[in-house]
């Protein structure tokens, strides 16, 4: 199975920037897409962004079009997400994932990291 572990989360505010970072590592040949979700007490996760592991294809939620960005690192086994002009209502613990199909449901993934907190204060 694949290990994931997300860094790069804490306390900014609103405005600025992050980028998180996810380190893959395991049987990863068994992987085809790694993205980013995000959730909050009380609420659904949130798809945010994926990307396929050898090809390198992308897609998002239209939430974060033109402001997040999700690229990889395939000799570094890492994925990362590039937060720009960061809101208040980002505030969230995120989460990266792998599966083994292209998808943007929790339930296309069966790989998650533990999560890295992201707060945004106004």
């Known amino acids: 199975q694949v290990q994931l572990v997300e860094s790069g989360g804490g306390l900014v505010q609103a405005g600025v920037s992050l980028r998180l970072s996810c380190a893959p590592s395991?049987?990863?040949?068994?992987?085809?897409?790694v993205g980013w979700f995000r959730q909050t007490p009380g609420k659904e996760r949130e798809f945010i962004a994926a990307?396929?592991?050898?090809?390198?294809?992308?897609y998002y939620a239209d939430s974060v079009k033109g402001r997040f960005t999700i690229s990889r690192d395939n000799a570094k086994n890492t994925v990362y997400l590039q937060m720009n002009s960061l809101k208040p209502e980002d505030t969230a613990v995120y989460y990266c994932?792998?599966?083994?199909?292209?998808?943007?449901?929790?339930?296309?993934?069966?790989?998650w990291g533990q999560g890295t907190q992201v707060t945004v204060s106004s």
């Open positions: 990307i396929t592991w050898r090809g390198g294809m992308t």
């Open positions: 994932a792998a599966g083994g199909s292209y998808g943007s449901s929790p339930s296309d993934f069966d790989s």
């Open positions: 395991g049987e990863m040949y068994m992987t085809y897409t």
